[in-house]
């Protein structure tokens, strides 16, 4: 079993930055990918950003440019920066791992608050 610890969250003005860190422990055998995804109350959750082992970060066009994820393989820990924060990236971001085992689990971090507004 894999455990997602997620912080970095909290208000920020627009056009501001944060870091999000997503710091993973457990039966970690193989990993995967890893991503966050994003919901607002009453919308559809969105996935925001991903990135495979050994493969290339994928993102929403509505982040792109502006959000980069990054692996840090020595801690177990991935962190999404994200700059020039715009009201509508409003929402709890959830990080997520996948990661085997006999079998590919998926784990979820807690969820961390974003609200970007001024």
């Known amino acids: 079993q894999v455990q997602l610890v997620e912080s970095g969250g909290g208000l920020v003005q627009p056009g501001g930055s944060l870091r999000l860190s997503c710091a993973a422990s457990?039966?970690?055998?193989?990993?995967?990918?890893i991503g966050w995804y994003r919901q607002a109350p009453g919308k559809q959750r969105e996935l925001v950003a991903a990135?495979?082992?050994?493969?290339?970060?994928a993102y929403a066009d509505s982040v792109k440019g502006r959000f980069t994820i990054s692996i840090d393989n020595a801690k177990n820990t991935a962190y999404q920066q994200m700059n020039s924060l715009k009201p509508e990236d409003t929402a709890v971001y959830y990080c997520?791992?996948?990661?085997?085992?006999?079998?590919?689990?998926?784990?979820w971090g807690q969820g961390t608050q974003v609200t970007v507004s001024s």
């Open positions: 457990g039966r970690i055998f193989t990993f995967h990918a």
């Open positions: 997520y791992a996948d990661t085997g085992g006999r079998h590919v689990t998926r784990d």
């Open positions: 990135i495979p082992a050994g493969g290339n970060a």
